[in-house]
Antibody, heavy 121, light 110 residues
């Protein structure tokens, strides 16, 4: 059974960089697409982007200038970095794996439990 | 910027049928948007109900069904139960690798 676990600081100061790690157990990260999704408290879901095991990435246009996602196949981890954070970046951050067939991805099949990151001085 | 639209809230009586919809601010939703539907209960990560318009994810009861209705994707719950009281999100493929969530619908079963 694939399990995803997000980790990282729960508090980040404004203008600093948010850094999170998603550790995957019960399966390899190779051959899959991985995403980060966030959810501000009491609000809806926002898909930040995705990263392929090869390192190819695609980000939401509204966050593209501040986001970097990467994979570490040796550690079975996916990372997220978000620069120049503000209070608007306060959210629960989830990592998730896509179910894909061939070159088409269909849905986010496995999710982590999420980690709350608060941006505050 | 592409906006995916959903009803903000809906209510249904136990045993009743409800249809939630998912649209695009510009244009129609089609099978080519590979509509997904997710259910989220408080404090939990979302789980997939429907993907690729009408395919139920593993373990999802058959009272949940997906379709295209007119120019929108639709999630229909037939015979609503108390534990269907949740938030529901659609996710659409837009283009060039871009997927966008709708704002979510809060469904109340009472």
């Amino acid at each position: 059974q694939v399990q995803l676990q997000e980790s990282g600081p729960g508090l980040v100061k404004p203008s600093e960089t948010l850094s999170l790690t998603c550790t995957v157990s019960g399966g390899s990260i190779t051959s899959y697409y991985w995403s980060w999704i966030r959810q501000p408290p009491g609000k809806g879901l926002e898909l930040i982007g995705y990263v392929l095991y090869s390192g190819d990435t695609n980000y939401d246009p509204s966050l593209r200038s501040r986001v970097t996602m990467a994979v570490d196949t040796s550690k079975n981890q996916i990372s997220l970095k978000l620069t120049a954070v503000t209070a608007a970046d306060t959210a629960i951050y989830y990592c998730a794996r896509w179910y894909c067939s061939g070159h088409t991805c269909y849905h986010l099949i496995h999710w982590g439990q999420g980690t709350l990151v608060t941006v505050s001085s | 910027q592409t906006v995916v639209t959903q009803e903000s809230s809906f209510s249904v009586s136990p045993g009743g049928t409800v249809t939630l919809t998912c649209g695009l601010s510009s244009g129609s939703v089609s099978n080519g948007n590979y509509p997904n539907w997710y259910q989220q209960t408080p404090g939990q990560a979302p789980r997939t109900l429907i993907y690729n318009t009408n395919i139920r994810s593993s373990g999802v009861p058959d009272r949940f069904s997906g379709s295209i209705l007119g120019n929108k994707a639709a999630l229909t719950i037939t015979g609503a139960q108390a534990d269907d009281d949740s938030d529901y999100y659609c996710l659409l493929y837009i283009n060039s690798g871009l997927w966008v969530f709708g704002g979510g619908t809060k469904l109340t079963v009472l």
